[in-house]
């Protein structure tokens, strides 16, 4: 290899990456609706984690999964004291969702493989190839807790915090598909084992789509901030109960929806998005005036100061409609994490294997979190976005064609390449 390039140039299997993506898109709950339905610390994520075992171990690879369900493949290098190179996504997802999201990353990360051991591609770092376990919040509030733990973000007490919609917490979970949350320590990163992680994603945006440009290099990443608000009212008839002596938590939820929409788009907010994306009503009748309400509420900016400030104005503001509406209020914090300006040192890799690949490329925010984002804590990370049609996801309707994901995985292997030959390793005469 030389400093620039592999001596042959990797093209990927679309194919293979079709069938891949097909097989995982078949693990879904049944009766579940439209879509993937395949959530976090459950059977069916386990059976996703089982295939790419299953493959990479086919490989060759070395495979073993932590205490908390994140499943690691190495390909050793020939300058084996090296820290390590690492690559991958997630294989859980939200309700009802599409196919693509993590699951481009974690198949872009087998194909990546398979291109390196089909042409004995033998870079000097090791190159670790992860899928990692319950990225996304949709069970549990907080996003990306395998790679929270793994950057030591999230620890074995966190775990029992954290509660589903049925009140299971993260750990019982966690166990109950045989993990060990009691040694989640023991799944923490060192930052002496790494030296640069990349991730293919799906862009869940429209810039891509609408530029007509294929690739995507990201420079930052918005940081979350979730909440739940419990509004507490007088369940009463609908018939017997006048106007003005209600405590109806329906219409006092109501109005605060509106009014986190009303704080993210007026003029101090340009690039903040807030969100009620559950809403909890009891008990549930028509006849019945709401005497409980629940929102979830995920605030998300790339202005770190800015994100915080805007949670705070909401449950402030909100507070004050419960209380002239005569309902209770109490906020739980749920999860928090900050925005993460990617290195560029790492962007700029990515960029330059996109141009001597003759691939046009722009450089993008993302608007969501993702793994890269808590690996950035232990080592330089950077990220490759492909188009997602009409900016869809987190839904059956997302949709992204092998093809880009095909051409993100070239770029996505032969980054790691570049950064293999530019990094320096114990003992070379590099810099």
Request: glycine share 10%; with cysteine; hydrophobic share 40%.
């Amino acid at each position: 290899m030389t400093s620039s390039t592999v001596e042959v140039r990797l093209t990927a299997d679309q194919d293979r990456l079709g069938r891949w993506l097909d097989t995982f898109a078949a693990l879904s709950e049944p009766d579940s609706g439209p879509g993937v339905t395949r959530l976090a610390h459950t059977p069916l994520e386990r059976r996703a984690h089982a295939l790419f075992i299953e493959h990479m171990s086919g490989l060759g690879l070395d495979v073993h999964t932590d205490a908390v369900g994140n499943t690691i493949a190495e390909l050793s290098g020939t300058a084996p004291d090296s820290p390590a190179l690492g690559t991958g996504s997630h294989l859980d997802s939200v309700p009802n969702a599409g196919a693509f999201d993590g699951i481009a990353g974690v198949v872009a990360a087998m194909e990546t493989a398979q291109l390196y051991t089909e042409h004995d591609v033998r870079p000097a770092h090791p190159v670790r190839f992860v899928a990692f376990a319950a990225e996304e919040g949709a069970r549990f509030g907080q996003a990306c807790t395998g790679s929270r733990v793994a950057a030591g973000l999230t620890t074995a007490p966190d775990l029992e915090t954290k509660f589903d919609a049925d009140g299971v917490s993260l750990a019982e979970a966690m166990r109950s598909v045989g993990l060990k949350p009691a040694e989640a320590a023991g799944a923490r990163w060192s930052t002496a084992g790494w030296a640069a992680f990349l991730e293919l994603h799906i862009e869940q945006g429209s810039v891509l789509e609408s530029t007509g440009i294929p690739l995507g290099v990201v420079d930052l990443i918005s940081g979350s901030t979730r909440f739940r608000l419990d509004l507490t009212g007088r369940a009463s008839h609908t018939g017997g109960t006048p106007m003005h002596q209600r405590a109806d938590t329906l219409a006092a939820a109501a109005e605060i929806v509106l009014l986190i929409e009303t704080i993210a788009t007026d003029s101090r907010h340009h690039g903040t998005r807030a969100t009620v994306g559950k809403l909890d009503v009891a008990p549930g009748s028509i006849t019945t005036i709401a005497g409980n309400a629940r929102l979830h509420v995920d605030v998300r900016d790339v202005d770190s100061d800015r994100q915080r400030l805007t949670a705070a104005e909401i449950i402030d503001r909100a507070h004050a409609v419960a209380a002239r509406r005569g309902v209770g209020f109490r906020a739980h914090p749920l999860a928090d994490a900050s925005p993460v300006l990617l290195p560029r040192r790492i962007t700029d890799v990515v960029a330059a294997t996109c141009d001597e690949l003759g691939f046009a490329h722009r450089v993008l925010p993302s608007g969501a979190s993702h793994d890269a984002q808590m690996v950035n804590h232990v080592t330089p990370a950077g990220m490759i976005f492909v188009p997602s049609r009409a900016g869809v996801s987190h839904s059956p309707d997302e949709w992204t064609d092998v093809a880009d994901i095909a051409r993100g995985t070239e770029v996505l292997a032969h980054s790691l390449i570049r950064l293999d030959t530019t990094l320096p390793v114990p003992g070379s005469e590099q810099p």
